[in-house]
């Protein structure tokens, strides 16, 4: 039996790097400071498992060797004309580095699950930049804590006590000496715990958000009710922001999915520049999947652009809208696809995953979803952050390792070697 | 007897949990295929938790077990899970940014009394259907 301490988790954005399991004979029986979604990846990520490739025989998915999964993935995206390769947010930056190299090799897109979680951010970034800081600096010297379209204890369940609200930083000793605001159109549990819950009405974010920007101007806003609230308690929230002295406005996918989308994240960053002229006032966006920022991070680097990158033309071309996973499927313009540790088939709306059913796909993922039941081939990998290790982007852009705890099942190998294997074997045949 | 709603999706705890033993889990399943509704509209149109619920907008039409819950503020407002019941009835425009319209969609509520949650199998031959 062994302790092993400091494990960074691999299940959301905050990245809690103080998990602490106890291994017996190569198995975690027992997990400390997780949250629960966490502990439930640490205790049972061993069941449930397909450990055996499969390939698509008369309509049926039949156990094959590793290598002829791989000759047959590398077949369907050499055979086609515009492939995707798409997921890599529960991925270690190693892997989704090999992943851009597949799209150059394939000329094709590479994408990820941006595109339905913080694509809209990408784009108000584009247009505002980010006044953004580390989770540190929140935790030491923030005293007003916004989480706007955010239901973070179900979402990022350790992230009030770890980096906001609830933290103890230097400069702040915890909740009693920070102010916690919950806008949001459900009253969620995380909303029962705020000094003050603002029920914005559904998809009029960038109305209140406009009203705020011209309460901070002491504009007259000449009507009695914005957004399904009183113009005063508008003007109070504009007073308890201006009158912070380190405020954080933490915002979700209720900003980003709802009518606006982009245009809401222009106006958050726009009230946030708008607020440093009278306080400190940074945003951050609540990222869900453990290295989803990561992707952004190594797609960015290789290519010039976060998500959505089209390398068919042999260089880089970016157009979200147009060269999005969802929007080609819609569309029907992809022709193949390699999907990594992704399940869009559960993800994205009926009318898009249908078509996603009509091509050939691959699936590299340590468990069977809906996408790899109706996949063409589907390899198991392991599970990155337990049984192999790579490198992940906290939502705040800090770069931390993640550990080998465990080794995978016999034969099963990281998503890494699997796409280095994929684009070997496309770059043997070319040969 | 039905009602006019304003459909959201998200994240719950559960499906959180849920996704973590596999994403074909009963567990996962369960926690997906969940309607939070107002406890006064759930009153109104005489639904129980538990009880059957179909969920239609202009993308389709879903069965689902109504939760009741003090989660939703304001009556005509429901709530589905992110997963595969949620998108059967959403739409597929991105407004050219990559994002379908997750949240915001306008639907309609009626009980579904006798008609069963669809399961993983008979969810995959709706999307394999050309």
Same mark, same amino acid.
Request: include cysteine.
């Given at each position: ?91 270690? +930056? ?110 009029? *974010? ?13 504009? *007259? ?105 969802? *929007? ?5 313009? +992809? ?21 996603? +059913? ?22 198991? +990998? ?32 990281? *998503? ?16 | ?65 109504? $939760?009741?819950?003090? $989660? ?9 899970? &992110?997963?595969? &019941?949620? $998108? ?38 709706? &999307?394999?259907?050309?």
């Amino acid at each position: 039996m062994v302790v092993i301490k400091n494990i960074i988790c691999p299940i959301c954005g905050c990245l809690c790097d103080d998990i602490e399991a106890t291994v017996e004979d190569n198995k975690i029986t027992k997990v400390k400071n997780s949250c629960s979604v966490s502990a439930t990846k640490f205790l049972n990520y061993y069941k449930e498992r397909n450990l055996s490739p499969l390939i698509r025989k008369n309509g049926e998915l039949k156990p094959v060797s590793l290598e002829e999964a791989v000759d047959r993935t590398a077949e369907i995206l050499m055979n086609a004309d515009f492939p995707v390769i798409y997921g890599f947010a529960c991925s270690g +930056c190693e892997a989704q580095a090999v992943g851009v190299e597949l799209a150059e090799e394939v000329g094709g897109i590479i994408d990820n699950q941006t595109v339905t979680c913080h694509g809209p951010s990408a784009l108000g970034l584009h247009d505002q930049g980010m006044p953004t800081c580390t989770l540190g600096e929140v935790r030491h010297r923030a005293d007003l804590i916004v989480y706007w379209g955010s239901n973070f204890q179900e979402s990022h369940p350790r992230h009030l006590a770890r980096y906001s609200a609830s933290s103890e930083g230097r400069f702040r000793k915890g909740r009693k000496e920070r102010k916690l605001v919950v806008i949001d159109v459900r009253k969620t549990p995380s909303a029962r715990l705020a000094d003050l819950f603002i029920p914005v009405a559904p998809g009029q *974010d960038y109305e209140l958000m406009l009203a705020l920007r011209m309460a901070l101007q002491y504009d *007259d806003i000449e009507e009695e009710s914005v957004a399904g609230l009183p113009v005063e308690q508008v003007e109070e929230l504009a007073e308890m922001m201006r009158s912070c002295e380190f405020g954080v406005l933490f915002y979700g996918l209720g900003l980003t999915m709802s009518r606006g989308k982009a245009r809401n994240i222009d106006m958050a960053v726009s009230l946030v520049r708008d607020l440093n002229k009278w306080t400190k006032f940074v945003i951050m966006p609540m990222r869900g999947h453990y290295n989803v920022t990561g992707m952004n991070e190594v797609t960015a680097w290789q290519t010039g652009y976060p998500y959505a990158v089209d390398l068919s033309h042999g260089y880089p071309w970016y157009s979200p809208g147009e060269t999005t996973f969802t *929007d080609l499927l819609r569309r029907g313009e +992809c022709d193949a696809a390699l999907i990594v540790a992704s399940d869009p088939l559960a993800h994205f709306p009926k009318n898009v995953a249908q078509n996603l +059913c009509k091509i050939p796909y691959a699936v590299i993922d340590p468990h069977l979803s809906m996408t790899a039941l109706a996949a063409e081939v589907v390899m198991p +990998c392991a599970f990155t952050g337990i049984e192999a290790e790579g490198s992940a982007y906290r939502m705040d852009t800090v770069p931390l390792p993640l550990r080998k705890v465990v080794d995978p099942p016999s034969g099963i190998n990281s *998503d890494e070697q699997l796409v280095g294997m994929i684009l070997h074997a496309i770059r043997s045949k070319r040969r | 007897m039905k009602f006019k709603a304003i459909l959201l999706t998200g994240r719950s705890l559960k499906q959180g949990i849920g996704k973590e033993l596999s994403k074909v889990s009963d567990k996962y399943m369960e926690s997906v295929s969940i309607c939070e509704v107002h406890p006064k509209d759930a009153e109104e149109l005489g639904l129980k938790e538990g009880d059957s619920i179909r969920v239609t907008t202009q993308f389709g039409s879903i069965v689902v077990k109504c $939760n009741p819950s003090q $989660n939703i503020a304001k009556s005509g407002i429901i709530f589905i899970p &992110y997963g595969p &019941y949620a $998108n059967m009835v959403m739409g597929p425009d991105t407004d050219s940014t990559g994002m379908p319209s997750f949240k915001g969609l306008s639907a309609e509520v009626e009980p579904a009394p006798g008609e069963r949650v669809l399961n993983v199998k008979e969810l995959l031959s709706q &999307y394999l259907r050309r």
